[in-house]
């Protein structure tokens, strides 16, 4: 790995230092090259809520603790793509807060596939959801869609299996790093995509998985892909956040239709009220990705 993506990285790891404070960062040293100097941080003390924080950041910084680990990384055949490369996917570049570095294992070429189709919903999978995807998937695969989602239990495991079963590509991300798969149900589904496909991640690889990284997730899952397929959501539904993500993004949104008496479909149906595009066949998605 080069000397910036080393740099970034560690960077990117340092307890306390969020988002905003990488940007301010890059604005005035856009090489990193003087990361490890004494007092260079200090420079960017206001930008710390507390003085915790920055002496926690601090630490991180000038500690070897996290450099041992990045330069182990090549041995897990773990790729380093930060914003700066040319493989670093060009939608999400362009979403609000792209992650400054992605962690992936697998075919990273699938990154910036043109036709990468997000598709999300509930944990509890109906019979119906997934009727629905063994329904679509045959058609959008054959037209080479890239199906993307999270790998948690219900739709995104069905999306995940039900592509690799016709024969297709899929992208799976995730909250937590890579040492910490969840579900732990999915271990091997994540190992199978990570040697035939690609798992995705902007967690470091000792992450554990907490709440708040999944929806930060949802919005990578939207980033990466040129629409979004919602299957099956409950009126407060984490899929809805990735659906709304996507929106902002100026990105299409797609919903299948469910039953109007089970709360299963409350969220679907609604964003369909909404303007989300009806889907009854994989043709109504395929003429928004390759016509459009």
């Known amino acids: 790995m080069d000397e910036f993506t080393r740099r970034l990285t560690h960077l990117q790891q340092c307890r306390g230092i969020g988002w905003k404070t990488i940007y301010h960062i890059l604005k005035v040293n856009p090489t990193l090259s003087d990361l490890y100097e004494q007092n260079f941080l200090q420079h960017f003390s206001s930008l710390f809520k507390s003085p915790q924080l920055f002496n926690t950041a601090l630490f991180d910084l000038h500690t070897d603790a996290n450099l041992e680990k990045i330069s182990l990384y090549d041995q897990h055949q ?3 793509i930060t914003i700066a490369d040319q493989c670093y996917p060009q939608r999400l570049k362009e979403t609000f807060q792209p992650p400054w570095v992605l962690y992936a294992k697998g075919n990273i070429t699938l990154l910036n596939h043109n036709d990468c189709l997000a598709v999300v919903g ?3 999978a109906t019979p119906y959801g997934q009727k629905a995807i063994k329904c679509l998937f045959p058609k959008l695969i ?3 869609v890239v199906i993307v989602s999270g790998l ?3 739709i995104d495991t069905i999306a995940h299996e039900t592509a690799i079963k ?3 590509q899929t992208i799976a991300i995730i909250a937590g790093g890579f040492f910490n798969i969840y579900p732990k149900e999915n271990t091997a589904l994540a190992e199978h995509i990570m040697k035939d496909h690609l798992l995705l991640s902007e967690y470091a690889p000792d992450s554990k998985p907490a709440r708040w990284q999944f929806p930060q997730r949802n919005r990578i899952i939207s980033g990466i892909s040129r629409a979004t397929l919602v299957v099956q959501a ?5 899929s809805l956040i990735t659906a709304s993500t996507a929106l902002n993004e100026g990105r299409d949104v797609f919903a299948i239709p469910g039953d109007i008496t089970d709360p299963a479909y409350e969220g679907t149906n609604e964003i369909i009220q909404k303007g989300a595009k009806l ?3 994989a043709e109504d998605i395929l003429e928004e990705l390759k016509y459009n």
């Open 122 to 124: 509930s944990r509890e």
């Open 78 to 80: 773990i790729n380093l």
């Open 279 to 281: 889907i009854i066949r």
């Open 152 to 154: 948690a239990a219900g």
């Open 142 to 144: 054959s037209e080479k």
């Open 234 to 238: 409950k009126r407060r539904s984490g």
């Open 166 to 168: 016709e024969g297709g």
